[in-house]
């Protein structure tokens, strides 16, 4: 028996069809190890690019290349089993027309076997979803805040503020449904717009910083585990991971000095 029929996956139209149903429990991972975990409980892990923030210390999502991601998805995918995996396309790789856009996404599916890619953009990205989704690759689109923007943003800002701007997110959400995307991330959106949302379209709205009431939620795994000393204001940490790390790593740096650390009679028995 194949590796392919062993492992049972969640499929696209799984996610797809839970639309207004049980919420969608989802969170980013980049490792084998930490995937491994939330595969347990995920329906969905996303090697998002905030990768590069959280990672590899970079200042933006913007400098991050598509061999990073695929390292990271193929790691992500090697260790778990029943999670849809998605990648997210990072910025550069997509943006210029939908042929470079299939290249791109094509590589990504082929090298790290994931399931799904996603791409930021709203109505401006809908011919591309279409191109994608005609051709095999299933897209999960995000709009409202889309860090790749940040440099045309002037920043991550909450988007809707503004209740003369809901049109626009309205427009865009439409547009990359009908365009074929299977599922929407709304991120950095104002609760009643995300929730307005929601409602209006026929595919599952997956919220981050947006709303209760979307279909489903997705945070950085990082964020809610307490590793990172600054977190968005939205985020719940449901772990202390952080200070846990620094507190085992003082206890070892402090054994080593005053040699209290255990010999090998007492460590390999
Ligand atoms: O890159 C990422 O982690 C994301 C999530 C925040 C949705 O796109």
């Known amino acids: 028996m194949s590796k392919q029929t062993q492992i049972r996956r969640t499929t696209v139209p799984q ?153 626009l997110h309205e427009e865009d959400a439409r547009a990359v449904a009908e365009a074929g995307a299977f599922a929407i991330v709304l991120e950095g959106m104002v609760e009643p717009l995300a929730a307005k949302i929601t409602k209006q379209i026929p595919i599952p709205t997956i919220g981050i910083g947006a709303s209760a009431e979307c279909d489903g939620q997705i945070l950085v795994l990082e964020d809610m585990l307490g590793l990172n000393e600054w977190t968005p204001k939205f985020v719940k940490v449901y772990g202390d991971l952080g200070p846990a790390i620094e507190r085992a790593v003082s206890q070892y740096a402090e054994e080593v000095k005053d040699r209290s650390f255990p010999g090998e009679d007492e460590v390999y028995r």
Not at 66 to 82: E, P, S
Not at 99 to 119: D, H, S, W, Y
Not at 129 to 134: G, Q
Request: charged share 20%.
């Open 15 to 167: 996610i797809a069809a839970r639309k207004g149903g049980e919420p969608i429990v989802s969170l980013t991972s980049y490792h084998a190890h930490t995937a491994a975990i939330v595969d347990k409980y995920a329906d969905f892990i996303l090697v998002g690019d905030s990768l590069g923030m959280v990672m590899h210390g970079m200042e933006s999502t913007v400098g991050v290349p598509l061999d990073l991601m695929i390292m990271h998805g193929k790691a992500v995918v090697r260790g778990t089993q029943k999670a849809l995996v998605v990648v997210d396309m990072p910025f550069g790789t997509y943006e210029e027309s939908p042929a470079v856009a299939f290249r791109n996404a094509a590589k990504i599916m082929k090298e790290t076997q994931c399931g799904a890619v996603k791409l930021e953009g709203g109505k401006r990205m809908a011919e591309t979803i279409r191109f994608l989704t005609e051709r095999g690759i299933p897209v999960m689109a995000h709009i409202g805040l889309t860090p790749q923007s940040s440099n045309v943003m002037g920043g991550f800002k909450t988007q809707g503020r503004d209740e003369d701007s809901w049109e």
